[in-house]
């Protein structure tokens, strides 16, 4: 019989495995332990060593296994009275473009502004993926985009604006079929000057990682019959010709590489591969620049006005919360009654005779300006 925290499914026995799992996480986080972000595939691959220690291989489970165990952990972490984001594992359904703290929809039409954001944009086809890197990018005014299915779309619109605004675009792609098909096409139809980053046999050699820890069986797509037909080409032809056969059989993504690694070090295998490949970049994309700053004495000045408005007004803002307090009926628009409001006492500061001195004062500072 099984209880009310143990569903009584096929792969019961691995629901209580990703349960302890996740529960542990809860009370790492809970505990302020540091906790790395990770995405929803990636959280699967971690649990897939676990299985695969406690005899579950998941490739014997039946096709639907990866699925089913992505799909449990919103119902487990509503079991833990916890939230997915909570413990910090990341899923995304919208195209967004992540930079300097702001996720930012995006689409064709409205490429043209986002464009001017990142000194360099990194194209990412991988849900999650932006939300687990996107804490350290911004440090670095780097921009992510998901595209979330148009990657050529996008980097081809991408490509025509960064010509004339000077910024640089790589990718990330899976070490697949879909992956390097996406990779060729953008290399071919898009533009040359798009870097694609990995993941690769390099990937996994750079970052010391033993290939059966992050590899796994799967059917390669359609895209694999084209791969085949294709020309290879440019420095990453042993990539599109010698690993095909590799390819036919076996896979590695960019969530196993970072369950493996961890988001940090991932993210500083990227910025070393990015710097080798763009040696320069145009951080006037990323940093802004304050042009109106003003001397210290200012900001005085305008703590001592308010303050003085502030006491002239007291006694006519008094009045109006008392009315307020007490209002009968219902205000039609209480954005126009603020706006009112406003006015009103802008109209008092105007003409308040307890100000005339100082408002001369600042006349006299102004003409003075003027004059020069």
């Excluded at 413990?87 to 359904?93: P, R």
């Excluded at 000057?193 to 359609?222: A, C, H, M, W």
Aim: hydrophobic letters at 35%; charged letters at 30%.
């Amino acid at each position: 019989m099984s209880t009310k925290n143990e569903p009584n499914n096929k792969h019961s026995g691995a629901t209580v495995l990703q349960r302890s799992e996740l529960k542990k996480r809860q009370e790492h986080i809970q505990d302020g332990q540091k906790v790395e972000p990770i995405t929803q595939n990636g959280f699967y691959y971690h649990m897939r060593k676990i299985f695969l220690s406690k005899g579950i291989d998941p490739e014997k489970q039946g096709r639907h296994f990866r699925r089913n165990m992505t799909n449990a952990i919103n119902k487990l972490c509503k079991g833990l009275h916890t939230t997915r984001e909570d413990l910090m594992i990341y899923a995304s359904s919208r195209a967004f473009l992540y930079f300097r703290g702001e996720r930012i929809p995006v689409s064709l039409a409205t490429m043209e502004d986002n464009i001017k954001k990142g000194t360099d944009i990194l194209i990412i086809e991988k849900e999650g993926i932006c939300e687990v890197l996107f804490q350290y990018a911004d440090k670095q005014g780097i921009a992510l985009l998901d595209t979330k299915g148009f990657p050529v779309e996008y980097a081809k619109r991408l490509s025509e604006l960064s010509k004339e605004l000077g910024c640089n675009i790589a990718v990330i792609t899976d070490f697949d079929d879909s992956g390097l098909l996406m990779a060729w096409n953008l290399y071919h139809k898009v533009s040359n000057d798009i870097y694609r980053i990995g993941i690769d046999f390099d990937t996994v050699k750079e970052l010391d990682i033993k290939i059966q820890d992050v590899e796994e069986s799967y059917t390669p797509s359609n895209a694999m019959k084209r791969l085949k037909r294709l020309a290879f080409f440019g420095d990453e032809k042993k990539i599109y010709q010698n690993n095909l056969y590799y390819l036919g059989k076996k896979r590695i993504e960019i969530d196993s590489i970072m369950s493996a690694v961890g988001a940090e070090k991932f993210w500083k295998f990227v910025i070393k591969r990015l710097e080798k490949q763009f040696p320069e970049r145009d951080y006037n994309r990323s940093l802004l620049i304050q042009e109106n700053i003003k001397p210290e004495i200012y900001w005085n000045f305008v703590d001592m006005l308010n303050a003085k408005i502030k006491d002239v007004l007291k006694e006519d803002i008094k009045k109006i919360r008392k009315n307020l307090r007490n209002y009968k009926g219902i205000i039609k628009d209480v954005g126009k009654k603020e706006e009112q409001i406003a006015n009103d006492l802008q109209n008092m500061v105007d003409k308040h005779s307890n100000l005339e001195p100082l408002r001369a004062k600042i006349q006299d500072i102004i003409n003075e300006f003027q004059v020069k």
